[in-house]
């Protein structure tokens, strides 16, 4: 008889769909109280330390040669410094949280177009589709918010490069990474980010920060909700093969962290935004389901 999931393993998706898609509005609210570089070497450095214990209470094993500790350090430098970073730009520019993640989505649109590349492949005609809409998709977003508040040019591209930024690091995982261990793969990460955004903190920012309840409740979250707890339970649904049904839960990430930004910040969705989030969850979609 086949064992029976354990409960929190079933509730697992709704959890990780919930932090995840919080992390967008929460990280508006906290640069209310600071600037985008401080706010993220501040979680970042907390994220460290808190690795670090773990990983002195665990002693996981490290990668073997400096290739590896190259792999894993330029994967972690794309995601936590370029995309995070750049997504806290375009925050901070205006951006809304849920235009930030509807261009987020877009990610497993743009690796399935390119990873047939690398191999040879043809690419599929659903993975046009699906790119096609997408940014349509987008688009429509972008243009039905615009009539409220109008995002800036820098903001807008601050966030497409964070999109490149994800989707490198992503590529770059498939083509060089290994499977590490988790602490271990998220310590060396997480210290590449800090060591990419540290820098543009202390040139560029007064490090200047309001320490209030609503900050430290923010700081708090994307600590240890968002960088702990959900990539926590992201990486234990992989292991337990719940791959498709993460990436089910992953179309629905721009329209909840939109309704959480609305409840939050009071950033209001039109209907024909909604229409566009919808039409790019399709394109996402087409793009990335398997053909049987």
């Not at 393993?9 to 709704?14: F, N, S, T, Y």
């Not at 659903?126 to 940014?135: A, E, F, P, V």
């Not at 560029?204 to 320490?211: G, H």
């Amino acid at each position: 008889m086949p064992t029976s999931r354990p409960f929190w393993l079933a509730a697992a998706p709704v959890v990780f769909l919930m932090l995840w898609s919080g992390g967008y509005p929460v990280a508006k609210v906290g640069l209310q109280y600071t600037q985008p570089m401080t706010l993220l070497t501040l979680r970042f450095g907390m994220v460290v330390a808190l690795m670090t214990l773990l990983f002195i209470i665990l002693r996981p094993p490290l990668p073997k040669t400096r290739a590896e500790w190259g792999h894993l350090a330029f994967v972690g430098f794309l995601i936590q410094a370029v995309y995070f970073g750049l997504s806290y730009f375009a925050f901070a520019s205006g951006v809304a949280a849920g235009t930030v993640a509807l261009f987020m989505s877009l990610q497993p649109v743009l690796v399935a177009m390119i990873v047939p590349r690398w191999a040879g492949e043809h690419v599929g005609r659903n993975q046009w589709l699906g790119l096609i809409l997408g940014l349509v998709g987008a688009v429509v977003v972008i243009s039905a918010r615009s009539a409220i508040e109008a995002p800036s040019l820098f903001g807008v591209t601050c966030a497409l490069l964070g999109l490149a930024g994800i989707t490198a690091g992503s590529l770059w995982e498939k083509r060089f990474g290994l499977s590490h261990h988790p602490v271990t793969a998220n310590l060396v990460g997480y210290i590449a980010g800090l060591v990419g955004v540290a820098p543009l903190m202390l040139l560029q920012e007064d490090i200047s920060i309001d320490w209030t309840w609503e900050f430290t409740g923010a700081i708090g979250y994307l600590v240890v909700g968002n960088s702990l707890i959900a990539v926590g339970l992201l990486l234990a649904m992989i292991r337990a093969g719940d791959v498709a049904r993460v990436s089910a839960l992953l179309y629905l990430v721009p329209p909840l962290a939109a309704l959480l930004a609305w409840g939050m910040l009071g950033e209001v969705m039109p209907p024909l935004a909604w229409a566009g989030m919808g039409l790019a969850a399709l394109g996402v979609f087409l793009a990335t389901r398997k053909v049987g």
